[in-house]
């Protein structure tokens, strides 16, 4: 089996050990991974900034990127989703429908296709799990607290084996964090609001670490909790954790 | 102004923005808990859709049956294109009547064509006798939420309100007795109404009756008092049959507010004995609405304000802040078609998190909808052009590796190199409330490339 790993341009460029922590995992794995150096976006900030021509090329642009991969993984549910909801309406389904079928968040793909051993190294802190929206309400990995279509949460899986991990309990479990792309910047007074709100529920719960399927959430509560001298939080990708001090 | 705008004035007050949030929230959480008694939920929201998108499909057969079932029944149905049309018929009724002296229960219609100012400047009085309605008619402002119009105000600024609109004592802020200054108040111009206008809910194209829900019961004390009652809806509120009815009556107010009923479902088949009964069915751009394949579904809404109460963006800007008859996830759907160019910020009011979707008991998908207004509008909004230019450079970085890993460098090493007092200065809108992301020395395939050889 030849994975095609897809480091979406925002973990390319701003967050490279996510990238390598995700590498990491599926390298242990035991499958083949390849980084096609031709990729570069998904096409959803385009997309979410209006711009459906141009999101139309770049889907079109990941087809033919990682063609001839048997699956395609990526830190990231947020530009999963994109390709599996959204590349229908850019590509048309026939085009589209074979790319959404072997298109995996990376917990997803370890914890559900590869069923991978739960990592058991010790990571004993109390961890606040950010439920990605994209994650949860678009790919359905998890319960969304006002029901609909529900699923395993392979990020919640995965992460239970840790050693003395304690994953917290939020009182707005899957709240947004306003991070949204383009709505971090068009609202970004609504967006901080957001996010600050979340940082306070992890911190009402005693969180050490927050962490998440969805690397663009965490950027921006980082860049929040920087800014507001939470420093004591430390914000990790799952891929990170799950892949311990080896890497 | 945008809705960033008004939404950032709405934050400056903290404490009632966080208050807002709160109300809101635990009104969500009521509504999950409703929906998830019934266990049947998720078949009776696909039901729903079923069925409204069968009216839609067969609008014109069941909009003919309708009438001449009401017809059959003796109330008389008028037509109306648009707002002014609608205005003038309701105007006309009343005047053939003599009445001078109206009351109203709730009606998102009539707020969308401006009814009561129409009426007002004609020289009727027109009383809101829905208690959130009442209030925000006293301070002259519109509904912050279709279904709790005054849910933006505390209950002190509701008791100044009273104190100088009503004479209730000055500084009573209790809920109970503020009700009750209110009820005395009302209670008058309901004996002395020469007319009661209502929405509607639901109307059925079988029977060619109304349905009429509210928790205060104002709709059928407002139709039983007076001989004339005009009842105005919009023609996307048709169900085919009776049958039907439940599924939407079990739907709408779990959905609103986590209850099982609402309080009051009044049934008009007709005018009651000695009086009575017209129905104003209006278009206001519905046609042209439905005729939009993708924007469609937005049709099928009823109304129930889960959208509203759901949204993160709304809970924390409040529901003047779209600047619209109906904010909020469908507001800002339904808005940008009646016009575009007012509301064009509208759809950018929302994080995309997709939680509208999920509580929506029609299941629209609200946020593909908003997705696709973004393309349609960029035409339209302020700084349109900008952001095609954007979009078009940044199709042209990410089709070209070599580009896009250049580009991603020099803002790495303008980030490292520059103050960040340049960078986060007033124009970037991510350092407003946020650091700087981090700007490591290599990206990923740089590091790849470099492991790889």
Known sequence: ?247 | MTHAERAAGFLRDAERARWHDGSLWSLREKRDRAAAAVPDWEALREAAARIKRHVLAELPAYLTRFEERAQARGAVVHWARDAAEHNEIVEGLLREAGARRVVKSKSMLTEECGLNPHLEARGIEIVDTDLGERIVQLRHERPSHIVMPAIHLRRQEIGALFHAELGSPEGESDPTALTLAARRDLRARFLGAQAGITGVNFAIAETGGIVVCTNEGNADLGTVLPPLHIACMGIEKLIPRAADLPVFLRLLARSATGQAQTAYTAHFHGPRAGGALHIVLVDNGRSRLRARGEFADALTCIRCGACMNTCPVFRRSGGHSYEAVIPGPIGSVLEPARAPAAHASLPYACSLCGSCRDVCPLRIDLPRQLLAWRSELAAHESGGALRRAGLRAARFAFERPRVYAALGALARWAGRVLPERWLGGRWNPWTRGRALPPTPPKSFRALYARRQK
């Open chain 1, 1 to 247: 089996m030849r994975i095609g790993l897809f480091v979406p341009c925002h973990v390319d460029q701003l967050w490279p050990e996510v990238g390598f922590a995700a590498l990491a995992l599926l390298e242990r794995a035991g499958v083949e991974v390849g980084f096609p150096a031709a990729q570069t976006c998904c096409g959803q900030a385009l997309l979410s900034t209006g711009g459906h021509a141009e999101a139309r090329a770049l889907a079109a642009r990941f087809a033919r990127v990682f063609d001839g991969y048997d699956a395609i993984v990526a830190p990231s549910a947020s530009c999963v989703a994109m390709v599996r909801t959204h590349y229908a309406d850019l590509l048309g389904e026939a085009a589209a429908a074979p790319l959404a079928a072997r298109t995996y968040e990376l917990c997803e793909f370890l914890h559900g296709v590869l069923r991978v051993a739960p990592p058991a190294h010790a990571f004993p802190h109390r961890v606040a799990l950010h439920a990605g929206c994209h994650a949860l309400r678009e790919l359905r990995l998890g319960r969304p607290s006002a029901g609909g279509a529900a699923g395993g949460d392979p990020v919640r899986a995965l992460l239970s084996g840790l050693a003395g991990i304690e994953l917290v309990k939020l009182a707005r479990a899957d709240e947004c964090c306003g991070f949204g792309g383009v709505f971090s910047v068009v609202e970004p007074e609504v967006s901080c609001r957001m996010g600050l709100d979340r940082l306070d529920d992890q911190r009402a719960a005693h969180a050490q670490v927050v962490t998440s399927s969805d690397p663009s959430c965490l950027l921006h509560l980082a860049a929040l909790a920087r800014r507001h001298g939470r420093d004591d939080l430390r914000i990790l990708h799952v891929a990170q954790i799950l892949a311990g001090p080896r890497t």
